[in-house]
DNA sequence: TTGCTAGTTCGCACGACTTGTTGATTAGCA
DNA sequence: TGCTAATCAACAAGTCGTGCGAACTAGCAA
């Protein structure tokens, strides 16, 4: 994702209004690596602006996800994951506290064998489940 | 997945009773390679058995999930897909059509690195996503 | 064969997540 | 300053899946 200043930039170039909500949005993104979902990043927008509704943040979110500026992961639990970092990269997924890390993988592109004569891969999703290393403390 | 006969002698030993509309999803799903949803499957099961009912197609499909003899797969548009296969395998996904094939990946267990000191991964899943060869004979 | 009973089915309601709508109010920006 | 987009609140709707309870039945024992 680009920066704050360069999305309010990016947004008033395409016709979109900079608010303040975009502009709290933008901010609560920038760096983030916690795959929020629109829920939690609402809670905490909220703090920081009482009133904000989380119908605007499911709204920007939509938004800087159409502009490929975060891309939104669904991980199959619950709510979709949205995300900040547009690299190519992977994640690793806790299956006991759900927290989700991003991990690169070197080895792409990869092959792969089966009746799938003339198919053109265009992306490549990879998920890792397992245990965190707190949660193998805490269970041991 | 085991075999239908299988499966009637394990639900038995287990505890299940062996009914009818469990047979018919045993024998739906046997061999199938669609990936079906439980919407999808539940409607080919009413055109056998009118009167089954989708919420005990989910419910079989779920006790055939914790018994490790399907597995559910979300690829993160829409409703689950259940599959027979529980080899160690991945998928292709035509973004055109939704078509889901089966795919074998060898270089495994696929090496990455980040910030996940001591995560331990219990499983891998890939999704390849593209465009069938079906799809582009019909966009060209 | 009959009858019991625990397990099963079915239909409906509900829940989680996300988007649509409408109408009043606010506020960005030319 | 004025046009117009954006926000908000409130509510509805849509999709996918599950909880629940009444009615039913598979399997077994008498
Ligand atoms: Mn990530
Ligand atoms: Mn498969
Ligand atoms: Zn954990
Ligand atoms: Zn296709």
Known sequence: MKTPEELVARFREEGYK?????????RLLNGNTAHPTAETLYEVAAEQMPGISLRTVYQTLSELSAMGEVQHID????????????DDHHHVVCSTCGVVHDVYVNQTPLQFEGDVEGFAVHSTRIVFSGECAQCAHLSA
């Open 18 to 26: 900079v608010t303040p909500q975009r502009q709290l949005i933008f």
């Open 75 to 86: 991980l199959g639990s619950g709510a979709v994951r949205f995300d900040p970092n547009v």
